[in-house]
Every structure is written in C-alpha cells, then in structure tokens.
C-alpha cells in the first residue's frame, strides 16, 4: 500500500474520495445508492450491508498525512 501511495503522489494523482472532489455529506448518499437504501447485501466474503459500506467511504475519504 505505502508503494502504491508513493506513486500515487509521484504522478499527482488523488488518493482519496475528498481529493476527487467527493464531499463529506454525500458518503451517505453514495452508501443509500449502492445498497439501495439498505435493501441489498452485495455477497462477497464479507457481506456488504450499508454500514460497512459508509464505513470504506469514510476510511477512503480521509487524506493521508
């Protein structure tokens, strides 16, 4: 992950959903999309529900320091 980040600011390229100009207030909304409101799991080897998916949104909103 730390190469990734390397070559991710080597070329000046965003690296976190804030960067790209994703605001705060709309993880909710991207997480509501996703999951249709919190109808739908996507399987995977853990199960997707809205939570878990407002919870990645926010860990890949934060800016790296």
């Given at each position: 992950i730390k190469k990734?980040?390397?070559i991710f600011k080597k070329f000046s390229m965003p690296s976190s959903l804030k960067e790209v100009g994703v605001k705060e207030e709309d993880l909710l909304?991207?997480?509501n999309k996703?999951?249709?409101n919190g109808s739908k799991?996507?399987?995977s080897n853990i199960p997707l529900t809205k939570e878990l998916v407002l919870k990645i949104y926010k860990e890949a909103?934060?800016?790296e320091k």
């Open positions: 990734i980040e390397e909304i991207m997480a996703l999951t249709d799991i996507f399987p909103f934060k800016e």
